[in-house]
């Protein structure tokens, strides 16, 4: 399994195309396959991919809302002066 390996290396919550693969893969491996022995292994990491996704996505959002507090702080002081 591919994934898994892949999977095994990528622990960190920066989303990549390659995540977003790994995750396609294993949602693949389910429809695929759902009766396989490997079966409790592989949802606990399409958790774990989905998890870090998630993750990501928010840090990303909180990143740009920061970002745009920042911003108008910024603006809001070259009114003063």
């Known amino acids: 399994m591919c994934a898994l390996q892949a999977d ?5 919550a920066i989303r990549s195309e ?3 693969k790994r995750f396609a893969e294993f949602e693949t ?3 695929r396959y759902p009766n396989s022995t ?7 990491h399409l958790r774990e991919s989905r998890d870090r ?5 928010f840090l990303v959002g909180r990143f740009y809302y ?4 920042v911003s108008r702080r910024g603006t809001a002081s070259q009114r003063k002066c």
């Open 18 to 20: 390659t995540r977003s």
């Open 66 to 69: 920061r970002d745009q507090l």
């Open 29 to 31: 491996f389910v429809t």
């Open 53 to 57: 996704l998630s993750e990501s996505e």
């Open 8 to 12: 095994a290396r990528a622990r960190s």
């Open 38 to 44: 490997l079966m409790p292994e592989v949802k606990t």
